[in-house]
């Protein structure tokens, strides 16, 4: 039986893997759950999964989460703080680890994961962009088997047979990204988009944020920077694609000229059942794609004037040291503030582009370094939201 910590439970991606884990009662249990602040919903899902710990990122609401799993008659542990979320991400408690808490405030407990040694299926996608060489270094150090929880990256690790990939063979990767729901909108078109208009995604349903991050593109640059350190690839040979259809999660070219992709429907629960039973395959209450009735799967080049955030990100890759810091912590704070209804959509990457040209190298070397060019990035992306609302 594995004992698997959700971090982030009460997510999309969370969702998603409760979904998976719950059909699997013989294979695997959850043991612990997180959440950053809404406590009835941890509790309803603890109710639901029965895991050992519960725990509430935002320590003010520890008596909340305390006295509501109390009030169900559950025996779960009630924890409350960043710190009992790594301690319990790194314990006994867990042999697997769902990294899906959404943002940089995953890193601390997916470093300590990596540390522990566990199996970490990482959808936070965020920690790698802001500590890709710190976390891998970790992983390899101490054994922790990173199995990517991202479709596109998802796509290359099964392609690539789980191995790392020798970079002799391969060519290219090539992320297919769906395009999102401003797919083939021009900049004039996207001045005065809604936050409600982003979140609408044509074929995924996610959380806010990265929704947000699909419209503007910035999702796919995140998951440039992400491949690049997962697989040890240069940015030069990571290209990006649109497919429309989202069937095609991604390709590995091999220097034969043979192309290798993975196939499924958009679904989370394909990629996490895959992480969790991974060399084995087991349900994930998804079916495969009836390409019969999908037709037609087609591919075009991303626009990258009109979405201008993909090619923040390879400028970030050839920046090196902390510009991913930078990069990540910039994009937070303006999707949060488009999300807040306080700046409009084509200011995102103008947010972005302003704090990266001015940005202090703070350097890679350790987490210290890495944290402080993220704090400096939000001050100086914070400023510029003010200046624009
Ligand atoms: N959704 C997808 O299909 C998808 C696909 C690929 C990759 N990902 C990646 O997976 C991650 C999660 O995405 P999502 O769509 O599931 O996000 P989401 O629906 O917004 O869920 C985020 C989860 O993280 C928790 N959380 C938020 N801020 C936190 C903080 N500061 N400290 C601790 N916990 C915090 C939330 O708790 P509360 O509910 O209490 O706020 C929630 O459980 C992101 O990195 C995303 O890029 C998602």
Redesign the pocket.
Known sequence: MKRVAV????????A?ALDVIARHPDRYAASVL?????VD??VALCARHRPQHAV??QPQHHAALREGLAAAGLATQAHAG?EA?AALAGSDACDTVIA????A??IASTLAAARAGKRLLL????SVVLAGELLLRACRQHGAELIP???EHNAIFQCLRGAPADLTQVSRLILTASGGPFLNRSRGELAAVTAEQACNHPN???????SV?SATLM?KG?EVIEAHWLFGMPAARIDVLVHPQSIVHSLVEHVDGSVLAQMGRPD?RTTLACGLAWPERVASGVAAPDLGTIGALTFQAPDRTTFACLDLAYAAIKAGGSAGATLNAANEVAVAAFLAGRIGFLDIPAIIRATLDAAEDLGAADLGSLLAADASARRAATARVEARA
């Open positions: 971090l982030g439970a009460t997510g999309s991606i969370g998603s997180s959440a950053h602040g809404r919903e941890l509430i990122a960043g979320l899906a808490i959404v943002g405030a995953g959808a936070n996608k965020e929880i991202d479709s995924w349903k996610m959380g806010r944020k990265i991050d999702n995140l989370m």
